[in-house]
T-cell receptor, first 112, second 114 residues
Framework: GQQLNQSPQSMFIQEGEDVSMNCTSS?????WLWYKQEPGEGPVLLIA?????ELTSNGRLTAQFGITRKDSFLNISASIPSDVGIYFC????????????FGKGTLLTVNP | GAGVSQSPSNKVTEKGKDVELRCDPI?????LYWYRQSLGQGLEFLIY????????KSGLPSDRFSAERTGGSVSTLTIQRTQQEDSAVYLC????????????FGEGSRLTVL
């Protein structure tokens, strides 16, 4: 089945630093999404990308849909302590296939 | 409430017993997904329902797992003859339209099999 390779697995950074994480797939997706999960809660959608090459921002977060449709990255600028959590990429093939596959996540720790 | 509601929030059971996990999606959402998250792991797809279409069951790990969605709303995930490896958090999510991938998750049901 489809697999998403997400890296890095974890990051430990200082407050104020920028962060970058990415996801690659062995197959094409028509939709890429980024979610954040905090302890004891379900993931929450951060950014959705629907077109190859698309670059979308949400506050300090910026994400891009790779031109090959097989990758995406997420950048967080000027990190703050509340950015702590697990970030997941997710891909959906499209057409009539609505299965959403998630990466294994990037655990982000921000040191104040 | 306005969000996805799951129950129970915690369930401890003995190996071999059956369990039922319930998901109440956001009203009006046509798509409903179940995922499993083991400790420190990512989200493993189990099944999704979209409107009146046949569900995609391709992620169910064995025939001990089944799910139904009644009346296009509430869904129940049933695990028969539970095993210790079934211990995980089971997450339900709903979406206004499955094609967007924009899921709203519940807080999950934590299952512990002794």
């Amino acid at each position: 089945g489809q697999q998403l390779n997400q890296s890095p697995q974890s990051m430990f950074i200082q407050e104020g630093e920028d962060v970058s994480m990415n996801c690659t797939s062995s197959s094409i997706f028509n939709t890429w999404l980024w979610y954040k999960q905090e302890p004891g809660e379900g993931p929450v959608l951060l950014i959705a990308l629907y077109k190859a090459g698309e670059l979308t921002s949400n506050g300090r977060l910026t994400a891009q849909f790779g031109i090959t449709r097989k990758d995406s990255f997420l950048n967080i600028s000027a990190s703050i302590p509340s950015d702590v959590g697990i970030y997941f990429c997710a891909g959906q093939p499209g057409g009539s296939n609505y299965k959403l596959t998630f990466g294994k996540g990037t655990l982000l720790t921000v040191n104040p | 409430g306005a969000g996805v509601s799951q129950s129970p929030s915690n369930k401890v059971t003995e190996k071999g017993k059956d369990v039922e996990l319930r998901c109440d999606p956001i009203s009006g959402h046509t798509a409903l997904y179940w995922y499993r998250q083991s400790l420190g792991q990512g989200l493993e797809f189990l099944i999704y329902f979209q409107g009146n279409s046949a569900p995609d069951k391709s992620g169910l790990p064995s025939d001990r797992f089944s799910a139904e969605r009644t009346g296009g709303s509430v869904s129940t995930l049933t695990i028969q003859r539970t095993q210790q490896e079934d211990s995980a958090v089971y997450l339900c999510a709903s979406s206004l339209a499955a094609g967007t991938g924009e899921l709203f998750f519940g807080e999950g049901s934590r299952l512990t099999v002794l």
